[in-house]
Nanobody, 122 residues
Framework: QVELVESGGGAVQAGGSLRLSCVAS????????MGWYRQAPEAPGDQRIS??????????DYEDSVKGRFTISRDNVKNTVYLQMNTLKPEDTAVYYC?????????????WGQGTQVTVSS
């Protein structure tokens, strides 16, 4: 069984920083893309927005509103993805979910973490 476990969320004031971590554990063949999504309090339904993704070889992609403030990185030895969030704004308040595409046998599946709350006060 594969599990993604996040840590590092919390409450900060605007302008502050947080670092999220997510470790993939279990029995799997390979980890491909990893990333972070977020769901804002006012988001309809279960809408999650991609914040940042990183490929196996380090190619990154960011949502426009976080470019220049957030940095995604990964440690392939530790099966871990990080999200360094600087200059946080109240609109960054959301539940942040770790995501990864992981291979089990011959198939590749999407996995999600349980979510970690980030609250930014003005």
């Amino acid at each position: 069984q594969v599990e993604l476990v996040e840590s590092g969320g919390g409450a900060v004031q605007a302008g502050g920083s947080l670092r999220l971590s997510c470790v993939a554990s279990g029995s799997f063949s390979a980890i491909y893309d990893m990333g972070w999504y977020r769901q804002a309090p006012e988001a309809p339904g279960d809408q999650r927005i991609s914040v940042a993704t990183i490929s196996t070889y380090g190619r990154t992609d960011y949502e426009d509103s976080v470019k220049g403030r957030f940095t995604i990185s990964r440690d392939n030895v530790k099966n871990t993805v990080y999200l360094q969030m600087n200059t946080l704004k109240p609109e960054d308040t959301a539940v942040y979910y770790c995501w990864s595409r992981i291979q089990l046998g011959a198939s590749v599946f999407n996995y999600w973490g349980q979510g970690t709350q980030v609250t930014v006060s003005s």
